[in-house]
């Protein structure tokens, strides 16, 4: 039985990979030809460049004793050459044709969804024919709602998601749409990470219905994502800080670099999701758990508020485009713990915030209240250590005599023996020894 499911089996299989086999070779050989095409061009172009100069100087040693015979006949030189080069372009150009029309014969005849990662993982921008044509081709998948695209994994979905950008710029909104509509929940972290820089990206922010529909498939995933991994909520919240831009701190000033860090959990690919990611789960977080995180933790989330004010606003338009939840988390967050490091933080966020269009009213509100809370803090602090400072007896100095020495005779007295460091009963112990 084995051998008769092999001898039934294989046939299918062979012509599968036969079939994905000359479909990759295909796509080859475009790429291939057009390459060679380039390349073909800048030889006719420099031997061109180099034939001139030389029938020049060919001609002047003849002047005019050889008369028009010799002209000519330099004239059918260069005819010749030109035409032997026409006929070596049109002979390759025709074979590039012939190459085109099998590739195009074989993406209008596909039915077999196995032959789509092929597609996805070939698509090139440098190859803008190549490209839509392949686009099409997925087009023609996508836009089958009969079909569930069971041939497509996580990884293809991931290609796909990477290539948003690529699709905007050249125009095809509906690759964009069908895309979005068919994408699979649950989705896996690096595909809502590519869809989270797609919504925060500058091609889609002006187009505002495709936005709006960005937003809505971001939100359906969002709702069967799993942020913490399975792991406890303090050491997630640490990881998912770990993936912002963090500042380089030097004396409390503020650095206009950022970084992003590797982890083995999660990915440092995109901050897009962090952001989204730290929006839900501080205010999952206690106070007493968000106190126990490091300073410098605590203060890459109060940095990633703005942002830097100098260099780049790409923090500030993540934080706009994906949503104020961020924000809102981090600001409730310094408001119940009342952690006075992040009024520098505040001040900054609230005199550079206030200028940038894309703040919120609420968060402007929300964020100078907050600051408030933290001054008046500060000065009642600031008071009860005043007040304090003159209950406080000042420390005595460490080596301060016990008493004057008034006798001469005790002048050999080793000198040690008057500091308070040494106890007074040994010290008296070692005055009868010496008397």
Same mark, same amino acid.
């Given at each position: 039985?084995?051998?008769?499911?092999?001898?039934?089996?294989?046939?299918?299989?062979?012509?599968?990979?036969?079939?994905?086999?000359?479909?990759?070779?295909?796509?080859?050989?475009?790429?291939?030809?057009?390459?060679?095409?380039?390349?073909?061009?800048?030889?006719?172009?420099?031997?061109?460049?180099?034939?001139?100069?030389?029938?020049?100087?060919?001609?002047?040693? *003849?002047?005019?004793?050889?008369?028009?015979?010799?002209?000519?006949?330099?004239?059918?030189?260069?005819?010749?050459?030109?035409?032997?080069?026409?006929?070596?372009?049109?002979?390759?150009?025709?074979?590039?044709?012939?190459?085109?029309?099998?590739?195009?014969?074989?993406?209008?005849?596909?039915?077999?969804?196995?032959?789509?990662?092929?597609?996805?993982?070939?698509?090139?921008?440098?190859?803008?024919?190549?490209?839509?044509?392949?686009?099409?081709? *997925?087009?023609?998948?996508?836009?089958?709602?009969?079909?569930?695209?069971?041939?497509?994994?996580?990884?293809?979905?991931? =290609?796909?998601?990477?290539?948003?950008?690529?699709?905007?710029?050249?125009?095809?909104?509906?690759?964009?749409? #069908?895309?979005?509509?068919?994408?699979?929940?649950?989705? !896996?972290?690096?595909?809502?990470?590519?869809?989270?820089?797609?919504?925060? !990206?500058?091609?889609?922010?002006? #187009?505002?219905?495709?936005?709006?529909?960005?937003?809505?498939?971001?939100?359906?995933?969002?709702? $069967?994502?799993?942020?913490?991994?399975?792991?406890?909520?303090?050491?997630?919240?640490? =990881?998912?800080?770990?993936?912002?831009?963090?500042?380089?701190?030097?004396?409390?000033?503020?650095?206009?670099?950022?970084?992003?860090?590797?982890?083995?959990?999660?990915?440092?690919?995109?901050?897009?999701?962090?952001?989204?990611?730290?929006?839900? #789960?501080?205010?999952?977080?206690?106070?007493?758990?968000?106190?126990?995180?490091?300073?410098?933790?605590?203060?890459? *989330?109060?940095?990633?508020?703005?942002?830097?004010?100098?260099? !780049?606003?790409?923090? !500030?338009?993540?934080?706009?485009?994906?949503?104020?939840?961020?924000?809102?988390?981090?600001?409730?967050?310094?408001?119940?713990?009342?952690?006075?490091?992040?009024?520098?933080?505040?001040?900054? $966020?609230?005199?550079?915030?206030?200028?940038?269009?894309?703040?919120?009213?609420?968060?402007?509100?929300?964020?100078?209240?907050?600051?408030?809370?933290?001054?008046?803090?500060?000065?009642?602090?600031?008071?009860?250590?005043?007040?304090?400072?003159?209950?406080?007896?000042?420390?005595?100095?460490?080596?301060?005599?016990?008493?004057?020495?008034?006798?001469?005779?005790?002048?050999?007295?080793?000198?040690?023996?008057?500091?308070?460091?040494?106890?007074?009963?040994?010290?008296?112990?070692?005055?009868?020894?010496?008397?």
């Amino acid at each position: 039985m084995e051998t008769k499911k092999r001898a039934i089996w294989s046939p299918v299989q062979n012509t599968d990979s036969d079939a994905k086999t000359r479909l990759l070779q295909r796509i080859k050989a475009w790429k291939t030809e057009e390459y060679r095409a380039r390349l073909r061009w800048l030889g006719y172009f420099c031997v061109l460049f180099l034939l001139l100069p030389c029938f020049t100087i060919l001609r002047e040693p *003849l002047g005019e004793e050889n008369g028009i015979g010799s002209a000519i006949g330099l004239h059918v030189l260069q005819v010749l050459i030109c035409g032997v080069l026409l006929g070596l372009e049109l002979l390759a150009g025709q074979n590039r044709r012939m190459a085109q029309r099998e590739l195009i014969q074989q993406l209008e005849a596909i039915s077999d969804q196995k032959l789509l990662p092929a597609l996805i993982s070939s698509l090139d921008a440098t190859h803008p024919k190549l490209n839509h044509l392949l686009i099409q081709t *997925l087009k023609r998948f996508l836009a089958d709602t009969s079909q569930e695209l069971s041939g497509l994994v996580s990884a293809d979905w991931e =290609q796909l998601c990477s290539h948003l950008s690529l699709f905007l710029s050249e125009g095809e909104f509906e690759m964009v749409h #069908l895309i979005l509509q068919r994408l699979p929940t649950p989705a !896996s972290p690096r595909v809502v990470s590519a869809l989270a820089d797609f919504l925060a !990206s500058d091609e889609l922010w002006p #187009l505002d219905i495709l936005w709006e529909e960005t937003k809505e498939s971001l939100d359906r995933l969002l709702t $069967f994502f799993d942020f913490r991994f399975g792991l406890p909520l303090s050491e997630v919240v640490e =990881q998912w800080i770990q993936q912002l831009p963090f500042p380089y701190l030097d004396d409390g000033f503020f650095a206009t670099t950022y970084s992003l860090q590797a982890d083995a959990v999660i990915e440092p690919r995109h901050m897009g999701l962090a952001y989204l990611a730290l929006g839900k #789960l501080l205010p999952q977080l206690s106070t007493e758990m968000f106190r126990q995180l490091s300073k410098y933790h605590r203060a890459t *989330l109060y940095w990633n508020l703005l942002g830097s004010p100098v260099a !780049s606003n790409e923090t !500030s338009l993540h934080l706009a485009r994906l949503g104020p939840q961020y924000a809102h988390a981090v600001l409730d967050k310094i408001a119940q713990a009342g952690d006075l490091d992040a009024l520098a933080y505040l001040n900054r $966020f609230v005199h550079h915030g206030m200028l940038q269009e894309w703040v919120p009213k609420e968060i402007r509100q929300k964020a100078m209240q907050t600051l408030l809370e933290l001054e008046e803090q500060a000065k009642r602090e600031e008071a009860e250590r005043l007040l304090l400072r003159a209950s406080v007896p000042p420390p005595f100095p460490k080596e301060e005599l016990l008493r004057p020495i008034l006798k001469e005779d005790r002048s050999q007295r080793e000198k040690h023996l008057l500091l308070r460091g040494v106890p007074i009963a040994c010290a008296n112990e070692n005055e009868s020894q010496h008397s």
